[in-house]
């Protein structure tokens, strides 16, 4: 073997952690790397911060949200639903009322006021300002409805409930009140709002209450014309007569007014819009005051004296249909509707409808003139009795057979002369009864008078073939067929006017807001019976009244020639459908060879003294008649009346 030593072998050391790419080496001074698993040296704990970023992201987005949240909402108030907003701010600060028109006034024909509206305020209140969070105080409405209940007359416990609704700034409290009732209301208030103001404790609990202006309805004469006239309901309308026919040309056109309000008062600097009202047109009505006053006071005092159920008068300008006067008896005062009795509102003398009685057989006298089958000189033999169909006629008094004339017929009233003279009108009794009613119907009786009035009757006439047996002998003279006052009025103007009939008017003309006065419209005229019967009529109707044996005496008037008919008629009871009691009346007009004035006169159920129409209604008829005369200052014609026989000698 050779001296040469042979050569080491290298031993392997401990492998070397592997540095991931990338990792540089540590420098001089740098902290060794701990290997996994050996033990943490000794020292201080050192904490590392973490990367804010993330924080701030999140917080980025949540702002950034919140403001898109905004906006959004931001875009949807001020553009989307811009004008929703403005519309409730301006309900919660604007205030709205309506500016009531004035209401028409309506006078007679001389211009006296027969109806008129004043100054009057709605008392209105807003209830918002009752609320305890705006008072401060639990028991505000209590204690506002406590003052307030006994100024408006009203119970405390139904203003405590006004001033209690809810969902609402405005609420009526009551309207139409008197300046002083609304002045007491405003003292009131304005005391406690001064006490407020030194004594905190003081609460102005009336500070919610508001008077907006408005008017009432007045009618200066009381019940005078009261049936005419009508009045006005609680809303402000017409509630009967001619308020409520004439209620659109009365009422006008009412107005707004919206203006800013704080506090129940008016903001005057916060402007307003204005929308102004159109006052209602004024109604000038064809009454004479003075003579409705005369016709009222009559009839009032007949029916009182008589203790009647009620009556009717009627006064008419034969010439033009105007009617002067129309009475009612009983009546009430519009005023005051309270205290009226509700069978007595209304106009009775369109309304009611009745059996005339001979009122009525001028009617059937002008058709035996027209058609030429009998002269007021044609003889007429009247028995006591008189036996037609199933029934025995007899005259309103027992008499022995009279020899009358066509003319003293009409003068005494006879039912039983009637019946024989419309008998002759046809050669069969339904011929007779076919002619009567077409003059009856030419009278008006059946169908309307032409005033249009609320409730107006057109009264009762059967087709000539529906007549009973009864009736077609009854009818001539009266009975079985009904009509109102004014329509047996115009039956009289119509023989007095020539025979021409010409339809009854109420209204003169209107005048407008603007000042212009429109009459009112041509009255429709018909012709009814020729000029020569209506004369001779007239003369006939002068025998009632003239001639000792008439039946109107107590209707004479000195110096004037007077034509008129007598009525007593058996009533039907409107509260049992039977004949109970009378219907007495008398028409007439004057001067009879000159016509000017008609006047009607009837009444219903006189219980106490005479119930005959030429007893209580012909007096009546008299001093009506005589009053208009003078008023419209009629002369009389000085002409003698014709003095028509009413007997004959056989």
């Given at each position: 073997?050779?001296?040469?030593?042979?050569?080491?072998?290298?031993?392997?050391?401990?492998?070397?952690?592997?540095?991931?790419?990338?990792?540089?080496?540590?420098?001089?001074?740098?902290?060794?790397?701990?290997?996994?698993?050996?033990?943490?040296?000794?020292?201080?704990?050192?904490?590392?911060?973490?990367?804010?970023?993330?924080?701030?992201?999140?917080?980025?987005?949540?702002?950034?949200?919140?403001?898109?949240?905004?906006?959004?909402?931001?875009?949807?108030?001020?553009?989307?639903?811009?004008?929703?907003?403005?519309?409730?701010?301006?309900?919660?600060?604007?205030?709205?009322?309506?500016?009531?028109?004035?209401?028409?006034?309506?006078?007679?024909?001389?211009?006296?006021?027969?109806?008129?509206?004043?100054?009057?305020?709605?008392?209105?209140?807003?209830?918002?300002?009752?609320?305890?969070?705006?008072?401060?105080?639990?028991?505000?409405?209590?204690q506002a409805a406590a003052l307030l209940a006994p100024i408006l007359g009203q119970d405390a416990e139904k203003v405590t409930k006004k001033l209690k609704t809810k969902n609402t700034r405005y609420t009526l409290l009551a309207n139409r009140q008197t300046p002083q009732v609304w002045k007491q209301i405003k003292d009131l208030?304005?005391?406690?709002?001064?006490?407020?103001?030194?004594?905190?404790?003081?609460?102005?609990?009336?500070?919610?209450?508001?008077?907006?202006?408005?008017?009432?309805?007045?009618?200066?004469?009381?019940?005078?014309?009261?049936?005419?006239?009508?009045?006005?309901?609680?809303?402000?309308?017409?509630g009967g007569g001619l308020e409520q026919e004439l209620n659109k040309e009365l009422a006008g056109k009412d107005g707004e007014i919206r203006y800013a309000q704080s506090g129940g008062l008016q903001v005057p600097t916060a402007g307003s819009t204005e929308t102004p009202a159109v006052a209602g047109s004024d109604i000038e009505?064809?009454?004479?005051?003075?003579?409705?006053?005369?016709?009222?006071?009559?009839?009032?005092?007949?029916?009182?004296?008589?203790?009647?159920?009620?009556?009717?008068?009627?006064?008419?300008?034969?010439?033009?249909?105007?009617?002067?006067?129309?009475?009612?008896?009983?009546?009430?005062?519009?005023?005051?509707?309270?205290?009226?009795?509700?069978?007595?509102?209304?106009?009775?003398?369109?309304?009611?409808?009745?059996?005339?009685?001979?009122?009525?057989?001028?009617?059937?006298?002008?058709?035996?003139?027209?058609?030429?089958?009998?002269?007021?000189?044609?003889?007429?033999?009247?028995?006591?009795?008189?036996?037609?169909?199933?029934?025995?006629?007899?005259?309103?008094?027992?008499?022995?057979?009279?020899?009358?004339?066509?003319?003293?017929?009409?003068?005494?009233?006879?039912?039983?002369?009637?019946?024989?003279?419309?008998?002759?009108?046809?050669?069969?009794?339904?011929?007779?009864?076919?002619?009567?009613?077409?003059?009856?119907?030419?009278?008006?009786?059946?169908?309307?008078?032409?005033?249009?009035?609320?409730?107006?009757?057109?009264?009762?006439?059967?087709?000539?073939?529906?007549?009973?047996?009864?009736?077609?002998?009854?009818?001539?003279?009266?009975?079985?067929?009904?009509?109102?006052?004014?329509?047996?009025?115009?039956?009289?103007?119509?023989?007095?006017?020539?025979?021409?009939?010409?339809?009854?008017?109420?209204?003169?003309?209107?005048?407008?807001?603007?000042?212009?006065?429109?009459?009112?419209?041509?009255?429709?005229?018909?012709?009814?019976?020729?000029?020569?019967?209506?004369?001779?009529?007239?003369?006939?109707?002068?025998?009632?009244?003239?001639?000792?044996?008439?039946?109107?005496?107590?209707?004479?008037?000195?110096?004037?020639?007077?034509?008129?008919?007598?009525?007593?008629?058996?009533?039907?009871?409107?509260?049992?459908?039977?004949?109970?009691?009378?219907?007495?009346?008398?028409?007439?007009?004057?001067?009879?060879?000159?016509?000017?004035?008609?006047?009607?006169?009837?009444?219903?159920?006189?219980?106490?003294?005479?119930?005959?129409?030429?007893?209580?209604?012909?007096?009546?008829?008299?001093?009506?008649?005589?009053?208009?005369?003078?008023?419209?200052?009629?002369?009389?014609?000085?002409?003698?009346?014709?003095?028509?026989?009413?007997?004959?000698?056989?």
């Amino acid at each position: 073997m050779s001296d040469r030593e042979p050569p080491r072998r290298r031993v392997p050391g401990p492998a070397r952690p592997v540095r991931p790419s990338g990792q540089r080496r540590p420098g001089p001074g740098a902290r060794p790397a701990r290997r996994p698993g050996a033990p943490r040296p000794a020292g201080p704990r050192v904490i590392r911060l973490g990367s804010p970023r993330p924080r701030l992201r999140m917080v980025s987005l949540a702002l950034t949200l919140v403001m898109i949240a905004f906006v959004v909402r931001l875009l949807q108030v001020q553009a989307v639903d811009a004008s929703t907003y403005v519309a409730k701010a301006e309900q919660n600060r604007y205030v709205g009322r309506t500016l009531a028109a004035e209401r028409g006034g309506i006078t007679d024909r001389n211009g006296v006021e027969l109806a008129t509206s004043v100054d009057a305020y709605d008392i209105t209140a807003d209830p918002t300002m009752f609320t305890q969070k705006a008072t401060k105080t639990p028991d505000a409405p209590e204690q506002a409805a406590a003052l307030l209940a006994p100024i408006l007359g009203q119970d405390a416990e139904k203003v405590t409930k006004k001033l209690k609704t809810k969902n609402t700034r405005y609420t009526l409290l009551a309207n139409r009140q008197t300046p002083q009732v609304w002045k007491q209301i405003k003292d009131l208030r304005s005391t406690l709002a001064a006490k407020a103001q030194t004594d905190p404790s003081t609460v102005n609990v009336l500070a919610g209450i508001v008077a907006v202006p408005a008017s009432k309805r007045v009618y200066p004469n009381g019940d005078l014309a009261a049936g005419i006239l009508g009045w006005v309901n609680a809303d402000g309308k017409g509630g009967g007569g001619l308020e409520q026919e004439l209620n659109k040309e009365l009422a006008g056109k009412d107005g707004e007014i919206r203006y800013a309000q704080s506090g129940g008062l008016q903001v005057p600097t916060a402007g307003s819009t204005e929308t102004p009202a159109v006052a209602g047109s004024d109604i000038e009505l064809t009454i004479d005051r003075d003579i409705q006053w005369a016709a009222q006071n009559a009839i009032t005092e007949q029916v009182k004296e008589s203790k009647a159920d009620s009556g009717y008068v009627i006064v008419q300008d034969t010439q033009t249909g105007e009617i002067l006067a129309m009475a009612n008896s009983p009546g009430f005062d519009p005023n005051d509707l309270s205290q009226a009795d509700p069978a007595a509102l209304g106009n009775a003398a369109v309304q009611d409808a009745y059996e005339p009685g001979s009122t009525a057989k001028v009617m059937s006298m002008a058709a035996v003139l027209e058609e030429n089958v009998a002269t007021p000189a044609t003889h007429v033999v009247v028995p006591n009795r008189l036996q037609r169909g199933d029934r025995l006629f007899q005259d309103d008094i027992d008499h022995p057979t009279w020899n009358l004339t066509l003319n003293g017929v009409l003068a005494k009233s006879s039912n039983i002369g009637t019946i024989l003279a419309v008998g002759q009108l046809g050669k069969t009794q339904t011929e007779a009864n076919k002619v009567l009613y077409s003059y009856l119907r030419k009278f008006g009786i059946g169908g309307n008078t032409g005033l249009d009035f609320p409730g107006e009757t057109k009264g009762i006439l059967a087709a000539p073939e529906d007549w009973s047996t009864s009736q077609q002998y009854t009818i001539p003279f009266g009975q079985g067929v009904s009509l109102s006052a004014l329509q047996a009025a115009s039956v009289y103007s119509t023989i007095a006017n020539g025979g021409v009939r010409i339809e009854p008017t109420l209204v003169r003309g209107t005048e407008g807001a603007d000042g212009r006065f429109t009459p009112g419209p041509e009255p429709k005229k018909t012709r009814v019976v020729s000029e020569k019967t209506a004369k001779t009529l007239a003369q006939m109707l002068e025998s009632v009244v003239d001639d000792e044996q008439g039946t109107g005496t107590k209707a004479r008037i000195p110096g004037y020639r007077v034509a008129g008919k007598t009525g007593t008629a058996n009533r039907v009871d409107p509260a049992t459908g039977k004949y109970n009691g009378y219907t007495s009346s008398f028409a007439g007009f004057a001067p009879a060879d000159n016509p000017r004035i008609t006047v009607y006169c009837a009444i219903q159920n006189a219980t106490k003294g005479s119930y005959f129409g030429g007893q209580i209604c012909g007096p009546i008829y008299k001093e009506v008649m005589e009053f208009a005369l003078k008023t419209l200052q009629v002369p009389p014609t000085g002409a003698k009346a014709a003095n028509l026989p009413v007997t004959f000698t056989p």
